[in-house]
């Protein structure tokens, strides 16, 4: 009987010797190649547990890319020096053709008016400065009234011309600084419009249903 509890005594002693061992390995084993993980956010899903210890994983992750800083002021001083080139700066290169036309027109208008009031003007000067022998002539009149009439109507329409040419230019920068400012403007692809019939309930004292609308924005 004494011999039998002592075979079991030692069996239990190796039984608890061994765990005892096993456990040290797992703790050394754990403290030598401790496992870190890390939660990476992007926009396709929530987030991802990425094993730092996978070098398969390791290299399917690709560095983030740094955005470039997008300046609505030098978009805004380019257009001022050249028009069209902050646009150009912009990626909005359809515009620039727009821009050029406006300013080809306007500055043929402004040439054309110039041109005009220029003759008027010289050929009432001619008709009024008191020498006889000068004559001024401008669309085939000489009569110094009407030469007036023509030198004030092409004053004004240069005037006019020249207004617009300006403001047509200035609208280029702004719109160079407008487009400069929304360059990394971006609509999610997951926003969308839901829209469904409804029954709108009648008013006190009616008893007529009308109908309507619902819309509903959704990002998903």
């Known amino acids: 009987m004494k011999g039998l509890n002592l075979i079991l005594f030692i069996l239990v002693s190796i039984s608890t010797t061994a765990q005892i061992i096993d456990s040290l390995k797992i703790q050394d084993s754990t403290t030598l190649n401790p496992i870190t993980r890390k939660i990476v956010f992007n926009t396709d899903t929530a987030y991802s547990i990425i094993d730092s210890n996978s070098t398969a994983q390791k290299d399917s992750i690709a560095p983030e890319k740094k955005l470039k800083k997008h300046s609505p002021g030098k978009a805004a001083w380019m257009s001022a020096v050249l028009p069209g080139l902050g646009q150009a700066y912009n990626k909005k290169y359809w515009k620039i053709p727009i821009i050029y036309a406006g300013l080809g027109g306007l ?104 109908g309507g609308a619902k819309f509903t924005l959704i990002f998903r």
């Not at 005037?159 to 400012?181: K, P, R």
């Open 107 to 210: 500055g043929y208008a402004v040439y054309y008016t110039g041109n005009n009031f220029t003759q008027a003007r010289n050929a009432y000067r001619l008709q009024v400065d008191g020498d006889s022998s000068t004559i001024g002539i401008f669309q085939g009149t000489t009569d110094a009234a009407t030469l007036k009439v023509y030198r004030d109507y092409h004053k004004r329409n240069l005037t006019i011309t020249g207004i617009c040419a300006g403001v047509w230019y200035f609208l280029n920068i702004i719109d160079a600084v407008v487009d400069g400012h929304l360059y990394n403007f971006n609509v999610s692809d997951k926003l969308s419009l839901h829209w469904e019939p409804e029954m709108i309930k009648p008013v006190w004292g009616t008893s007529a249903f009308s």
